[in-house]
């Protein structure tokens, strides 16, 4: 905890400076670990995680936040016990964090549990995206 690896470090560059404001703030304190999974996406990935209903946007008639250049959006996983891991409580805990974090320094980011920004996570999304944060 306290600072990003050289790998997340690498795919948080990729990423729009005030997303890696966020995470580089979050990483800080969070009490569980975590690293970045993905910065920028090339089509290729958009289109095979749409082939694959991971997503809605295929990166050709639309583009995704991924597909920018700085990335407009960042993916995560837990890091627990020495594994990674995508488990529904550490994601939505580290959430928690990084949605507070970008509240607190006035950056508006949409996390994929929470899509509408309703407060009801997962049960009334179209698409579960624990992972997937992005800026407003």
């Known amino acids: 905890m306290g ?6 470090q690498d795919r948080l560059s990729t990423c729009h400076p005030l997303l890696q404001q966020v995470a580089n703030e ?15 996406r090339s089509i290729e990935r958009q289109q095979q995680l749409f082939k694959e209903g991971k997503s809605k946007i295929d990166g050709v008639t639309q583009k995704g936040k991924h597909n920018y250049s700085p990335s407009e959006a960042f993916d995560i996983y837990a890091y627990v016990n020495g594994k990674i891991s995508y488990d529904t409580a550490s994601l939505s805990f580290i959430a928690g964090f990084i949605l507070a974090t970008a509240q607190r320094i006035n ?26 944060f992005e800026l407003l």
Do not use: M, Y
Request: charged fraction near 25%; proline fraction near 4%.
């Open 107 to 132: 950056i508006k980011v949409r996390w994929g549990g929470n899509w509408d920004g309703d407060g009801e996570i997962i049960k009334d999304q179209s698409l579960v995206d624990l992972p997937h």
């Open 26 to 40: 979050a990483i800080k304190n969070c009490p569980v670990d975590f690293g970045i999974s993905e910065g920028n």
């Open 3 to 8: 600072a990003f690896g050289k790998t997340s």
